[in-house]
Structures are given as C-alpha cells and as structure tokens.
C-alpha cells in the first residue's frame, strides 16, 4: 500500500539504530511521508548521513539503547530539536551466529541488552511522555520469524526477540486506554548488498536460501518500510498488538514434506 505524501504531517518519530539498513529505510520513509523524523544509534557517522538524507526535519541523537540513562536524554534532545516525540520505530539489533555452547555471558547480554532492554527502555520512555500529555501514539517493534519458530545459531538473538513479541502483545493492552497502538513487523531476508555480503556470499548460498522461500525471491527494503508506514499510521488505526509477517511465506515452509 503506497501512502500518501502528508500522512505523518505533525507528528515526530525516532528510529533507533536509523543509521543504515532497514532502520534508515523506514526513517526515509517516515520522512518523505510528512513526519520530522529523529535517528539514534552508538555510531555517529551514520546517523548523520541518514539525518542529512533527512534534510532541514531530520535529527541524528547518539544513544545506546541499554542504558535508560541515554534514552531518556536522547529523548530529550529529539524533543528540544523537533517537537514532541509521537512514533516510535524499535529498529536497533545486535546479532552473530553462534552455537549456544559457545556463546559468552558477554555475548549473551550484549544482543539481549539491545533488543529485549532497549525495546523496553524506549517504548516505556515514549510511554511516559505520551500519558504525562494526554497525547496518543504508536510503538513499532521490528523483530524475526525465528522469536517462535526457534533459530538456531542466533540463540541470543531468538529469546530477545520472542521477548519483543511478548512485550509488544502486553503493552498493546496496557497502553491502549491511553491511545498508544505497539505492533511488530517480522521481516524475512531482504535483498540488499550489506545482507547479500554477511548471509548469502556465493551463488550456492543465495539459490538455497531462495528454495525454502515460496514466492522464490528475497523481499525488497521498499516493502518493508511500506509495510512499517502502514503499520504506523491511521490507516492502521484498529491495529493492536499485531505481529506482521512479511517473508514470502518462509517460516510456514518448515514441513517435513516439501511442495
């Protein structure tokens, strides 16, 4: 569904880890959409190159999301910048493969940390905001089919983002008398050359991962931040507590039995 131009006209959005990948994707697109839109992250570079792609209503704010410390004054520094902050995107993710028996408690709590304590921490900071003004809002998390289907090699991963999940069907109930819609977006491999680099690097590698896809194609970064627009604005509006799957039918293609 193709939005139109004006549909996040006042409202202020912040995406956390907005500097590259599908983060920057969905802030663009935030952006080209009306809202004035805020990026975050630990790496400056990027988030100012995202925030110029924005123009003069893009903001880039450092933050690392473990830290309620630093979300609070990253919030800070969105609102003196563009206004009161509306609609939030839970976009920052850490992720490496690795067998469960090998991963360190370090290892463990990093990409924990980020997804499932950041999540919370900026959704709660957002939360507080919006009810202290009597304001309404919405709440995207991005998360991955492998939160209930299992995922091995991303153990650390896995249980942080079926932790989102959870949290995103709470909070969709407990916010929801303020006027806070929280959803998710699951999507599955998207063709860009970061994720062709890291996931599919030969020719062998790319055709296997396309046989266990129904539609036989990677998805496309425009369908994914489509799909985020939707989710977040009012045509959206009796959504709640919803989880997207956008995957070309992947995660149902798991039966013993192929087609």
Request: with cysteine; hydrophobic share 45%.
């Amino acid at each position: 569904m193709m939005l139109p131009e004006g549909t996040f006209a006042g409202r202020v959005a912040l995406v956390t880890g907005g500097g590259s990948g599908l983060g920057r994707e969905i802030a663009l697109e935030l952006g080209k959409l009306g809202a004035a839109v805020a990026v975050c992250g630990r790496r400056r570079e990027p988030l100012d190159e995202t925030a110029a792609m924005l123009g003069e209503r893009g903001f880039a704010v450092q933050c690392d999301v473990r830290e309620p410390e630093e979300v609070a004054a990253a919030f800070n520094a969105v609102e003196q910048a563009l206004g009161p902050v509306t609609t939030l995107v839970n976009n920052a993710a850490g992720n490496f493969v690795v067998q469960a028996e090998d991963l360190s408690p370090n290892g463990w709590r990093a990409v924990v940390g980020i997804v499932l304590d950041g999540t919370f921490f900026c959704s709660r900071e957002l939360a507080e905001r919006l009810i202290g003004r009597g304001s309404s809002g919405e709440v995207l998390n991005m998360v991955a089919t492998y939160a209930w289907t299992g995922g091995p090699g991303t153990v650390h991963s896995a249980a942080a983002k079926a932790g989102v999940v959870n949290l995103t069907r709470t909070l969709s109930v407990e916010w929801a008398r303020y006027g806070i819609r929280v959803n998710a977006l699951a999507p599955g491999p998207v063709d860009t050359p970061q994720a062709a680099e890291k996931l599919w690097p030969t020719d062998d590698v790319r055709e296997a991962l396309l046989a266990k896809i129904p539609l036989r194609r990677f998805g496309r970064p425009d369908e994914i931040r489509n799909a985020a627009a939707y989710l977040l604005s009012d045509y959206a509006a009796y959504i709640n507590g919803e989880v997207l799957t956008i995957d070309g039918g992947a995660w149902l293609e798991k039966g013993m039995f192929g087609p």
